[in-house]
């Protein structure tokens, strides 16, 4: 069974830094496009940043760039968001997801962690 | 970017109705669109992919169609487990897939 479960989400103040953690499992970790999507209280969902399995091949959303940084270890399968000079409409409850494909190259969001919060 | 535009916003129905939601694109993205419910407090669950196929395990009652601008989720016969709020998704333009603003489905 594929398993995502995230950490990290706390109370912290404006400017101030936190980092994230996403471990997986059930499921080569190394074979997929992770990514994190965040939502804020009462809003949608707001994709922040992907990271590719085994290549440097990293995005951020304009909302996020120069502050947050993604990254993995494959070998603990885990998944990382380091989020610095943090502003208060960075509120949200972040999501890992894993990135999947079908057969004729559609792609999706097959698999969510229960999310961490983070309040600024 | 990729905008993508759902409504209503906001939905009324009973238990037995058949709804329907429509999401449109701010630019053909073939049938690349995924339907996501959300339940609060919880991460959403993916329900349609590439526009029409129901993923594993999704009750038949929901159902999705359409291409390039324009899509709908319907569901057929509301259950009360149903009423909850759903999104949709392009993957189209990667990485950035986009989501549409959510639909609240209430009784």
């Known amino acids: 069974e594929v398993q995502l479960v995230e950490s990290g989400g706390g109370l912290v103040k404006p400017g101030g830094s936190l980092r994230l953690s996403c471990v997986a499992s059930?499921?080569?970790?190394?074979?997929?496009?992770m990514n994190w999507v965040r939502q804020a209280p009462g809003q949608a969902l707001e994709w922040v940043s992907s990271?590719?399995?085994?290549?440097?091949?990293?995005y951020y959303a304009d909302s996020v760039k120069g502050r947050f940084t993604i990254s993995r270890d494959n070998a603990k399968n885990s998944l990382f968001l380091q989020m610095n000079s943090l502003r208060a409409e960075d509120t949200a409850v972040y999501y890992c997801?894993?990135?999947?494909?079908?057969?004729?190259?559609?792609?999706?969001?097959?698999?969510w962690g229960q999310g961490t919060l983070v309040t600024v | 970017d990729i905008q993508m535009t759902q409504s209503p916003s906001s939905l009324s129905a009973s238990v037995g109705d058949r709804v329907t939601i429509t999401c449109r694109a701010s630019?053909?993205?073939?049938?690349?669109l995924n339907w996501y419910q959300q339940k609060p407090g919880k991460a959403p669950k993916l329900l349609i992919y590439?526009?029409?196929r129901l993923q594993s395990g999704v009750p038949s009652r929901f159902s999705g169609s359409g291409s390039g601008t324009d899509f709908t989720l319907t569901i057929s016969s509301l259950q009360p487990e149903d009423f909850t709020t759903y999104y949709c998704?392009?993957?189209?333009?990667?990485?950035?897939?986009?989501f549409g603003q959510g639909t609240k489905l209430e009784i």
């Open positions: 997801a894993r990135l999947h494909y079908d057969s004729s190259g559609y792609y999706f969001y097959d698999s």
């Open positions: 059930g499921f080569t970790f190394s074979g997929y496009t």
């Open positions: 990271i590719r399995g085994r290549t440097t091949d990293i």
């Open positions: 630019q053909s993205i073939s049938s690349y």
């Open positions: 590439a526009a029409s």
């Open positions: 998704q392009q993957s189209y333009s990667s990485p950035m897939y986009t």
